[in-house]
């Protein structure tokens, strides 16, 4: 039969990266985890920002980065700039201010739409899970491995996980959608 605590733990790892990249998408306050996906050159070796400074944060809409090694100023303010952050790093020589305008109508619906594109790449990852297990599933049928029943069950139990899954990512964009669009 197929190895369906490989497939939940493959799926459970999809949601897990789906949590994280809403993490990144920033609802009215200024969190540090919208730079967790921001990495910058450091000796060679892409380095995630929070691994190079300090990231504080002195208000709700302002954030701090100050990098242990001062050359890295200009490396981090690059990498901020390109990021679909949509936000105009300030640097002062010594730390990098990040302010985070109030969300505009416009600005909370084009984060809406990016959260409803994560939801649906999440999905179509669980679903090529769910493709990959009920092949396994069909070779360990056609191999004589299981029977034509073991395999039906084994189809049905995929699809009930894939089911489960896809409504919890379906709940995971809606929580994000309204906190995003709560004033």
């Not at 949590?19 to 920033?26: L, N, T, W």
């Not at 981090?76 to 109508?105: C, H, M, Y």
């Not at 896809?166 to 964009?173: M, N, Q």
Request: proline letters at 3%; one cysteine or more.
């Amino acid at each position: 039969m197929a190895d369906f605590e490989q497939f939940t733990g493959k799926m459970e790892k999809t949601m897990e990266s789906l949590i994280s990249r809403f993490d990144a998408v920033r609802a009215g306050r200024a969190s540090a985890k919208v730079l967790d996906q921001i990495k910058v050159s450091y000796y060679g070796t892409e380095t995630p920002i929070n691994q190079v400074g300090t990231i504080s944060s002195p208000d709700a809409r302002t954030l701090l980065i100050q990098p242990w090694d001062g050359s890295l100023l200009k490396e981090i303010e690059k990498a901020i700039q390109i990021s679909d952050l949509g936000i105009n790093p300030q640097n002062d020589g010594r730390v990098i201010r990040l302010v985070f305008p109030q969300l505009t109508e416009e600005r909370r619906i084009e984060l809406t739409k990016q959260v409803k594109k994560y939801g649906e790449e999440a999905k179509v990852a669980i679903r090529n899970l769910r493709r990959d297990a009920v092949d396994q599933v069909k070779k360990q049928q056609k191999a004589s491995e299981i029977t034509e029943d073991d395999e039906k069950k084994a189809e049905k139990d995929i699809q009930d996980l894939t089911d489960k899954f896809i409504k919890r990512v379906d709940e995971a964009c809606a929580k994000k959608e309204k906190e995003l669009m709560e004033l």
